[in-house]
C-alpha cells in the first residue's frame, strides 16, 4: 500500500511563489511513477505535470514556464515550485502515484494513489 500526503498549500497573492510537497510511503512506493494534479469546484481533476525526467515535455500548457515538478533522490518527496501564480491557479492540488501508461498520464482514472489535497487559493 502507498500512502501519499501533502503540504504547502496556503493562501497567496497573484505573482508571487508556492511550493507544494508530497510525503510518500509505503513498501512499494519507489517503484512508481508520481504527478501533480489539481481540481477547481465544479471542475473535473487537471493534469498539472508528471514526474518522468522529460523536463517540461508533458507539463500542461497552462503551467509551462511557471511550474516546476521536482523529486528527490530518496524518491520519497515529490514537489511542485509554483511561481509567477495567478487565479486560475487556485484548486486544490493532488500529488498521485501509479504507472500509468505515456498516453494514459492525464487521465485520473489511470493512477492508482492519491493523497488528500493542498488547498491553494490566490487572490488577485
Known amino acids: 500500500q502507498v500512502q501519499l500526503v501533502e503540504s504547502g498549500g496556503s493562501l497567496v497573492q497573484t505573482g508571487v511563489s508556492l511550493r507544494l510537497v508530497c510525503a510518500g510511503s509505503?513498501?512499494?512506493?519507489?517503484?512508481?511513477?508520481m504527478a501533480w494534479f489539481r481540481q477547481s469546484p465544479g471542475q473535473v481533476r487537471e493534469f498539472v505535470a508528471p514526474?518522468?525526467?522529460?523536463?517540461?515535455?508533458h507539463y500542461a500548457d497552462s503551467v509551462k514556464g511557471r511550474f516546476t515538478i521536482s523529486r528527490d533522490n530518496t524518491k520519497t518527496r515529490l514537489y511542485l515550485q509554483m511561481t509567477k501564480m495567478k487565479p486560475e491557479d487556485a484548486a486544490v492540488y493532488f500529488c498521485?502515484?501509479?504507472?500509468?501508461?505515456?498516453?494514459?498520464?492525464?487521465?485520473?482514472?489511470?493512477?492508482?494513489?492519491w493523497g488528500q489535497g493542498t488547498q491553494v487559493t490566490v487572490s488577485s
Open positions: 498521485a502515484a501509479g504507472q500509468p501508461i505515456l498516453s494514459a498520464m492525464t487521465d485520473p482514472r489511470y493512477w492508482n494513489y
Open positions: 514526474s518522468r525526467g522529460t523536463g517540461t515535455l
Open positions: 509505503g513498501r512499494t512506493f519507489r517503484n512508481y511513477g
